[in-house]
């Protein structure tokens, strides 16, 4: 709660911390040693976990324990000893700009879910957001004047997004057709029960829309993330400002989408060579 985490991440922290002390018992706290860390390692790769879980696992462990040294619990951080997990480096799943153009066309028109879908998916492309921070977006966020979304990502940090005219006028035509009364009026999008939208409930729209358009599976919301990121990059744009663009802190983060696509090689190829 010090870090400004946001509700996922303290029930993600708190169910790592649950298994954790599920593995070691009624064990004290001060007579917990790098051993039994290192056991609880062995245990979760056992089970077959991913190694981004256990690596998680064990950064909140390692965080719990250093809270507790920080202050004065405990003199020794048993956790601070064991080294974490190598993750492998996996390209993000991105579609091209073809899929993207089918996937944003699949909503129908003739009812104002199909226009809250379509204005949905508008809206991730345009602006690279995470579903979380869509989900969160109230009306008052759209300036429609100056073409920009205030977004509220992780760790509770606003940034202001660019969004193009074809999302704006795909959420403008869904406000004036969505239902006047509703239980969360005050949030952008809504479901057929007149409530906020979930995440979960992105996440099914999405996947129907895949399917429909026949997208290679498996997919998810955050494939436009990813697919913003790359189209961006093949344009010309910068690696800093996408970094900006996307809310993240470190520029590392933003890397994972330097991969080389085929149209950037071959962009690449016929600007430099003498002979292309």
């Known amino acids: 709660m010090e870090r400004n985490a946001s509700a996922y991440t303290l029930r993600n922290y708190r169910d790592d911390l649950a298994v954790f002390f599920k593995q070691v018992g009624q064990k004290p706290l001060r007579q917990i040693s790098p051993l039994d860390v290192r056991g609880f390692l062995a245990d979760q790769s056992t089970k077959r976990y991913t190694k981004r879980t256990i690596t998680r696992r064990l950064s909140c462990v390692r965080s719990f324990f250093r809270l507790l040294c920080r202050d004065g619990l405990l003199a020794h951080n048993p956790a601070a000893v064991v080294p974490s997990p190598r993750l492998e480096r996996y390209l993000p799943r991105f579609l091209d700009e073809e899929q993207v153009k089918r996937l944003l066309g699949a909503p129908p028109a003739d009812a104002w879910q199909g226009l809250r879908d379509r204005a949905i998916l508008e809206t991730l492309y345009s602006t690279g957001m995470r579903v979380s921070e869509l989900t969160g977006l109230n009306l008052e966020d759209v300036e429609e004047i100056s073409g920009t979304i205030i977004v509220r990502g992780k760790g509770k940090r606003e940034r202001l997004c660019p969004v193009g005219q074809t999302a704006l006028t795909a959420a403008k035509r869904y406000v004036a057709a969505r239902p006047k009364k509703l239980l969360t009026p005050a949030a952008l999008f809504v479901s057929q029960k007149r409530t906020r939208l979930t995440v979960r409930q992105v996440d099914r729209l999405f996947q129907r829309y895949a399917r429909q358009v026949d997208l290679p599976l498996p997919l998810s919301p955050h494939s436009l993330r990813h697919s913003f990121a790359t189209h961006l990059l093949d344009r010309g744009a910068d690696l800093r400002s996408v970094q900006e ?27 430099a060579h003498p002979r292309a």
């Open 245 to 271: 663009l996307l809310g993240h802190r470190s520029l590392s983060t933003t890397q994972i989408y330097t991969h080389i696509t085929p149209q950037r090689l071959k962009k690449a190829y016929d600007q």
